[in-house]
């Protein structure tokens, strides 16, 4: 069956920090990769998205980047957080052709400080 | 515009009452899929139900039906016979255009659905 790990679960990072978030799914080849973030109360804003290796699309210019250096690994990084860069970041997959099936992961809540 | 409107910020339901969440979208595509997704204070995001925009039927998945009123493009949530442990935000969604490719789910804002005992 297929798996989706995120991690860390939890960050506290200072303003100005470098951030490196990971995704990683099992149990399947080629899927779409997504990261969203959600600011508290609020709903899901997609940031990047992945239909492949190193084909990285970005929804919203800001802060953030993405990277996807292997088939099912995807990466959110920042080179310097920046205290919006605060709320909690979901990564999710779905199967290429499938019309349903995003699966997400447990989410990184992260803490600018 | 607004894609997906989710217009209840919180809702309070009884125990063993059945509770409406609304939804409506906004798309020019013939071909697009609706999804509700359960978020409980855990933060996880689980997938409750899906309905494309050619079907027929309305979905249903064991205590949750969806509403589909495509002439209105509305999306409602029907949870039946509510439970303690269904306390949680729901989140509607949307898929834009065929299932072939990387299409992003579109998130409305969300419900906050309290069940009281």
């Known amino acids: 069956s297929q798996t989706i790990h995120q991690w860390p679960a939890t960050l506290v990072q200072p303003v100005g920090s470098p951030l490196s978030l990971e995704c990683t799914v099992e149990?399947?080849?080629?899927?779409?990769l997504y990261w969203y973030r959600q600011a508290a109360g609020r709903g899901l804003q997609l940031l990047f998205y992945?239909?492949?290796?190193?084909?990285i699309s970005s929804e919203v210019p800001q802060n953030l980047s993405a990277s996807r250096p292997q088939d099912r690994q995807f990466i959110l990084s920042s080179k310097k957080l920046l205290l919006s860069d605060s709320g909690f970041y979901l990564c999710?997959?779905?199967?290429?052709?499938?019309?349903?099936?995003?699966?997400f992961g447990s989410g990184t809540r992260l803490t600018v400080v | 515009a607004q894609k997906i409107t989710q217009t209840q910020p919180g809702m309070f339901v009884q125990e063993k009452e059945a509770v409406t969440l609304d939804c409506t979208y906004d798309?020019?595509?013939?071909?697009?899929?609706l999804f509700w997704y359960k978020q409980p204070s855990s933060g996880e995001m689980i997938f409750l139900i899906y309905?494309?925009?050619?079907?027929?039927q309305n979905a249903t998945e064991g205590r949750y039906s969806l509403n589909f009123q495509k002439a209105r493009k509305s999306a409602n949530l029907v949870i039946s016979a509510s439970q303690l442990g269904d306390s949680a935000m729901y989140f509607c969604?949307?898929?834009?255009?065929?299932?072939?490719?990387?299409?992003?789910?579109?998130f409305g804002s969300g419900t906050q659905l309290t069940v009281l005992p």
């Open positions: 149990g399947t080849s080629n899927p779409n």
């Open positions: 992945s239909i492949g290796i190193d084909q």
């Open positions: 798309t020019s595509d013939q071909s697009y899929g």
């Open positions: 309905q494309g925009s050619y079907d027929e």
């Open positions: 969604a949307m898929r834009e255009g065929s299932s072939g490719s990387a299409r992003q789910l579109t």
């Open positions: 999710a997959w779905s199967a290429a052709g499938m019309s349903r099936g995003y699966t």
